[in-house]
């Protein structure tokens, strides 16, 4: 069978630690190391006042079955001076099993493919370079496009924070359709973007600039107001029909120079109190596309809405998504991405769960 399993080392000699067990693995009758990705250094996930580790992934040919394989690679770990102290330690070395052939097991003590493995650059980086092409045998996603979901960034499971999904993109590309058939999907509450409510925004559409200050910081309030920690519960699952990031977007292009630095001021004070999202999805269109919607959907607040202004909206999503570090992002294409097909989001509900830590 084709295993892939995660070395990392954080004590001693890390690349010695990891080229050690390579070599034991390799020693072993059973077990045959094809391919060793290169070594990458990266910073603890949590208790962050340890050393740097140095991870790596190896693809394996292996008799073993599944728990036999666990078991050896304990014993390794063993050999090369591993302690068990606690989640999170320090540890001269470290050995995941990632993927075993296209195997789904969920037991106490073994899970494949690894829970938290899509979560990882530090493992998709090298999965990526040894098989990029390979399926997640759950997600449905081959290696390069989960490590792309990263941005060379790596997470982990909390449950001790709001379970906070966002949904984000320009103005027209379905994401409180998407929000509500996932929401009933997920059973989960929606925070709706305060559009409705708001008493200023059909104004600042009609052409009235002077009151987009009070437009935008309306808004701002509202999503204070809705995704504050201190007003989201930990572990339980939330979705927005936006992200917050986008306050900054829309207020640089709504309100002149001088209302700027009165709603940054503001700003700031706001964003310190916001719950970060475990998770986005950007949904994406072309502009001409979300204008079609638009027109369709026929708000008379959005009929003034210019093309121009998509165009320029994306374009800031885009640049916003390219330097994300937040979370992951799930990148959607409207017009691939039925949101009103179950079966469409029967399969992205899959794909989040394995984004939330439920308790």
Known sequence: MKTYIGLGSNLGDRHANIEQASSELNSCDAITVEKLSDFLETPPLAAMDQPAYINAVAEIS?????????????????????TRDGKWQPRTIDLDILMYGDLVLETCDLTIPHRQMHLRSFVLIGMSQLAG???????????????????????????????????AGIIGVGKTTLAQNLAQKLNCPILREAYDTNPYLPQVYAGKTELALKSQLYFL??????????????????????????????????????????????????????ASPILVIYLTDTPNAAMDRIHNRNRPYEQQMKL?????????YDRLFAEWDKSPVITLHAGKFNCLDPANIDILAVEIERYICRQ
């Open 62 to 82: 292996t008799t073993l079955q599944p728990v036999a394989f666990l078991k050896k690679l304990q014993t390794i770990e063993q050999k090369l001076g591993r």
């Open 133 to 167: 092409d390979l399926i997640h045998p759950v997600l449905k996603r081959s290696m390069n496009e989960l490590a792309q979901r990263l941005n060379s960034n790596s997470f982990a499971l909390n449950p001790e924070i709001p379970q906070l999904i966002c949904i």
């Open 221 to 274: 309030e509202t999503r204070r107001n809705q995704l504050a920690r201190e007003n989201l519960s930990s572990q339980n699952i939330y979705l927005t029909d936006y992200i917050f990031d986008k306050d900054r977007i829309f207020a640089q292009r709504t309100i002149n120079a001088d209302q700027f630095g009165e709603y940054a001021m503001q700003y700031d004070k706001v964003s310190s109190q916001i």
């Open 308 to 316: 121009k202004t998509l165009q320029e909206l994306k374009s800031a």
